[in-house]
């Protein structure tokens, strides 16, 4: 009678399932953490914001923008590197996954086999076998390794999420900020456009006095220079824009060609999001996620390490019809059979195996370091850009000041030239006081809406670390909004 693996098979099973895995359980490490903000002491944001999940450009009230964010989220090609690197990440987890059931297959072979002359007429002439059955083995993961492998794996793929998730945020960032200079390149445009006219009307002013013999020509050459300069400025931010329109297109997954924006006009509001409390910034940073996830993936592979201390069983097994004539061959007389269980010990391999542990230790350090040092940076970000939301918002209230006084002192000193009371280069210092007013307080209100989408950006963009846990589906709820590349 033929003798069954099924109990050596059973008892495999068993102490697979209950082994031990060796190596620490992952706990997160602490970090450093305030317990409140301290640029928000004194503070009160103009235009407060609620943050919409996944479309937090939304508080802009901008439909250009809104319109170039959704497309980020389908054409920007970084972005798609990133999925594809989820998707990569994903797939080898299923592949490490696999290492922890039975390997099975069929085979099939057929060989010729002789010897010299002599032989070969004694013996009528070559042999040949014919073979056809099916084998497998069974790595058992009686100290966790495999599991340690495949959650190590698993982490990756968790990070790799994040990373998703962070590339996006990044983009729509940084397409949001562009867009905002873009619009402030155009008022910078419309401002100079006025002071060009304004420019040749004072030329023309001087021309006339010059004529009526009341001025030199001095005054006529300064205001032919001023009004060339402003022509300068004026070409400078067309460049500019066109730069940024550039920029856009490419983030947006298209040739720089085929992109051409209306002229449109600067948000005059500044929302600004609630940065919330310290601690939730763990669960709202996607980049944090990732460093976190990486951490816990380096835990694992500490286990995978110290499993290479103990003994490796694996259950192999064979069936097999063995037969010199094809036909006939799958039949009770020609099989073969064969099983039973290998174990093998690493006694000696020069120390390799207590290096790989303390390689894995030493990562798993560089992965903590790496993981609190990002806190640092996402506390440093969210601390700078409210410190930046502060100081801008008086130091625009005080520029407008600014404005409305050096429009005053040009129209007066501009009268009073026509009058005969004040020379050109009081002209020309007033309108060139005003000018720099006014383009400063459009790079303020720029830079005031950067640093509104840069909070943004800092507490995470609405987006929440719970999408990383969970089964399959949990983790791809992080990609639900990007296009799938495969």
Request: charged letters at 15%; glycine letters at 8%; one cysteine or more.
């Amino acid at each position: 009678m033929i003798r069954r693996p099924w109990p050596l098979i059973a008892l495999g099973v068993a102490v697979s399932l209950t082994g031990c895995a060796v190596g620490p359980n992952y706990h997160r490490p602490s970090a450093p953490m305030a317990v409140q903000y301290k640029a928000e002491h004194g503070w009160a944001p103009a235009v407060p914001a609620y943050i919409v999940p996944g479309h937090w450009w939304s508080v802009y009230h901008d439909p250009v923008l809104s319109h170039l964010e959704r497309q980020v989220e389908v054409s920007n090609q970084n972005l798609k590197a990133a999925v594809a690197a989820y998707y990569a990440a994903s797939e080898a987890a299923g592949v490490t996954r696999g290492t922890l059931l039975p390997t099975i297959g069929l085979g099939a072979s057929q060989t010729r086999s002789g010897g010299g002359a002599v032989s070969s007429f004694a013996f009528g002439g070559a042999r040949t076998a014919n073979q056809f059955g099916a084998s497998g083995s069974w790595d058992l993961d009686l100290w966790g390794k495999l599991r340690r492998e495949l959650e190590s794996a698993n982490d990756r793929a968790e990070a790799s999420a994040a990373d998703v998730a962070a590339a996006r945020l990044s983009a729509q960032t940084t397409l949001a900020q562009d867009y905002f200079q873009l619009r402030a390149a155009e008022a910078q445009l419309r401002l100079l456009k006025t002071l060009v006219k304004n420019d040749q009307a004072s030329l023309k002013i001087a021309q006339n006095r010059v004529n009526a013999g009341v001025t030199t020509l001095a005054d006529v050459y300064a205001a032919r220079t001023q009004l060339e300069s402003t022509q300068a400025q004026e070409d400078t931010a067309r460049l500019n824009r066109a730069t940024l329109e550039h920029a856009i297109a490419v983030l947006i997954g298209r040739p720089p060609a085929d992109l051409s924006l209306a002229e449109g006009h600067l948000a005059a509001q500044v929302p600004v999001a609630p940065p919330g409390l310290p601690s939730r910034l763990l669960l709202r940073r996607p980049d944090i996620a990732a460093a976190e996830r990486s951490m816990a993936s380096a835990n694992a592979d500490i286990g995978v390490a110290e499993a290479a201390w103990f003994p490796s069983l694996t259950l192999t097994g064979a069936y097999d019809f063995d037969s010199a004539a094809i036909s006939g061959l799958i039949k009770a007389s020609n099989a073969v059979w064969s099983y039973g269980p290998q174990i093998a010990l690493n006694l000696f391999n020069g120390g390799a195996t207590l290096a790989q542990t303390r390689e894995a230790r030493a990562t798993y350090d560089e992965a903590v370091a790496t993981y609190r040092q990002t806190v640092l940076g996402a506390f440093q970000q969210v601390e700078d850009d409210l410190a930046s939301l502060h100081f801008l918002q008086s130091q625009y209230a005080e520029e407008m000041q600014a404005v409305s006084d050096a429009k005053r002192s040009a129209a007066l000193t501009l009268n009073q030239y026509k009058a005969g009371v004040a020379d050109y280069a009081s002209v020309l210092t007033a309108q060139t006081a005003q000018l720099n007013a006014e383009i400063t307080a459009v790079n303020l209100q720029s830079q005031r809406l950067m640093a509104s989408a840069g909070l943004i950006d800092a507490i995470g963009g609405g987006w929440k670390a719970r999408s990383l846990r969970g089964p399959n589906d949990g983790v791809k709820e992080s990609l639900s909004s990007t296009v799938d590349t495969r």
